[in-house]
């Protein structure tokens, strides 16, 4: 099992950057696929982005160009730089883990970052 903590959220002018983290720790780190994940209000859990153990990527169209998913193995922490940020980008964003089994995902989640665009 794994335990993942966010930080780095906050408010933040349109057209600015910000930087969220999650640290993990419980396992090995670089046996898991991790990603970002977003709440809006009113609206459903969505993919912002992921990373696989080996590194491969993957985002959302909306955030394509803007945000960029990385890892450190090492520092048992996950990423993501979210730059050119919109009004739309305000959510509470989700760190996840997956560890896959034979036939079973298993999912871990942190408690959340609030993440505010606005002027």
């Known amino acids: 099992q794994v335990h993942l903590v966010e930080s780095g959220g906050g408010l933040v002018q349109p057209g600015g950057s910000l930087r969220l983290s999650c640290a993990a720790s419980?396992?090995?780190?670089?046996?898991?696929?991790m990603g970002w994940y977003r709440q809006a209000p009113g609206k459903q859990r969505e993919l912002v982005a992921s990373i696989a153990g080996g590194g491969s990527t993957n985002y959302a169209d909306s955030v394509k160009g803007r945000f960029t998913i990385s890892r450190d193995n090492a520092k048992n922490t996950v990423y993501l730089q979210m730059n050119s940020l919109k009004s739309e980008d305000t959510a509470v964003y989700y760190c996840?883990?997956?560890?896959?089994?034979?036939?079973?995902?298993?999912?871990?989640w942190g408690q959340g970052t609030q993440v505010t665009v606005s002027s």
């Open positions: 419980g396992s090995i780190f670089s046996g898991y696929d």
């Open positions: 996840n883990a997956v560890r896959w089994g034979i036939n079973t995902r298993y999912d871990y």
